[in-house]
């Protein structure tokens, strides 16, 4: 039996054949273009064309799971609001469902899906209770509690990102002040540098971005601090002591066994997770808390989680 | 059939007999005095007068659930530390259950049984996923997942009061800068309201403890805040935005259907739960958040939710 996997993007479909193993058969990516209908209709002729090149037929998927950049109905059924893709209200489930009767179709927000990749196939395997922050232009990510995703207790989902940090601190985009967002982002390591870079004229993190605040990027922020710029290593310690402030807060709150950290910002790998480590473990209530690990599963994450959602919301 | 609920404090040990429906039938009460062995045989003693009184014998008990003020082992055998009770690695439910053969005991930390006392019979009945927050000299309380009592991913237990809220701030006891427990705590409202009584002398709040901190009490704060004194309103006001902070959080991050809040605190009643409510909408993500409401349970939130340790464990 095979899994079909959809990511669907503001730019491009990806699609992904899996086996059982979730290991990735074949793959394919077609551009996005707007409407449900149309989606829906390139979204199964893809599935077609990889099960036929597979030597299968529809009577061989086990199920197929679509991930999208946005808020989906508690039903599963509906995309409430996906602003890139302009979809508002897209019963995309049901038209999908439509081409393939008597295939499980399931649908769930990207980040969600993410969660599920890293549980079944990355870093959060075996997992009864871990966590996945990606530090991004926002932050996404979400649990896994009682070994399967956690989807809020209202059905609204969750927003581990929108957890005050600093209370009354910088304003965040959701409203709130003080967010993990705005403290632990890519978006805020970039404004954290931008103001140091302003104020520090003599720093190499001036120099690279010639002084203009537009130029700053987190990686250049985290190459000025690995090649040992004072303003830079300044920045880049007050931003690992944010967020481990806000993972030793999520390990006291839930006992997690692992919270996994992808996303752009932790491509830093070791310069980031050792400091990091060595700050969660001095902020645990717990003295045996849970490990703090790169996430594992990066692009593909969209794929292999929307394969495995049918088996999450059917499997203790 | 019976349930026993034993509620063990560094100064007496409360014993109840319930019904099936969690009605109190019978109540009594006995100094604590030192020593595990000691403690478990004049609880047998206890309940085989309860027992006797109601006309019942050891095989009308379908369970013995017994709190402690301190921590237990993932396994729920030994009382690691406990110590006003000056327990330490004490193995107090096989002690209990040599005197009642046949019948299941239950231990676990007083905390975890308010939160139970909350689910079956409070203010979380009904509650798939909802916390408790007992607001007193530290932050107690836990959480209710999938409908059940969440002890932790890792077997810990679970600090909802030690997850940063104020990055870096007010010292806590547990060695973190700016816990909960550090800006919502009873303790941490006496701490404001001190502070401010001494920088503004023309104030009631000095008045009423002669200008002493030590004089300073949690319902005298909210007293003279509701007696309309400038400085006191000022403390509480701020006071009620930490809580309001971290409740936001906690609906954010997990969706909770409703948050209890009990403890001295909580006894101001509307006086702080209408601003409350209103502070909590406007820091939620989700509109239709849940409910914050009083905790409903008091003193006999021990005896209740040991009640029911037993059947926690055994029923999803």
Known sequence: MYRIGVDIGGTNIALGLLDEELELKDSSSIPFQRGGERVAARIAEQVRLMLEKAGAGVEDLSCIGVAVPGSIDPAGETVIHAYNLDFHNEPLRMRIQAFFPGVPVALANDADAAVLAE?????????????????????GG?????????RGGRGNGIEPGHVVLVDG???????????????CSATALIRQAGRAMTAHPESLLHQKTAGN???????????????????????FRTYVGYLG??????????????VAIGGGVSGAGDFLFEPLRLDVDAKC????????????????????GAAMLYHNACNG
Chains 1, 2 share one sequence.
């Open 119 to 139: 549980l079944y196939k990355g870093a959060l395997q075996g997992c009864k209770t871990a966590g996945l922050y990606t530090l991004g232009t926002g932050i």
């Open 142 to 150: 979400g649990f896994i509690i009682g070994g399967r995703l956690f």
């Open 169 to 183: 601190g910088e304003m965040c985009t959701c409203g709130l002040a003080g967010c993990v967002e705005s403290y």
């Open 213 to 235: 605040p537009a130029s700053m990027t987190a990686k250049l922020a985290i190459d000025c601090a690995k090649a040992g710029d004072e303003t830079a290593l300044t920045v």
């Open 245 to 258: 402030s806000a993972i030793a807060s999520v390990m006291n709150m839930l006992d997690m066994e692992v």
């Open 285 to 304: 209530f717990f003295k045996n808390h849970g490990s703090v690990v790169p996430a594992q599963m990066g692009n593909a994450a969209g794929i292999v």
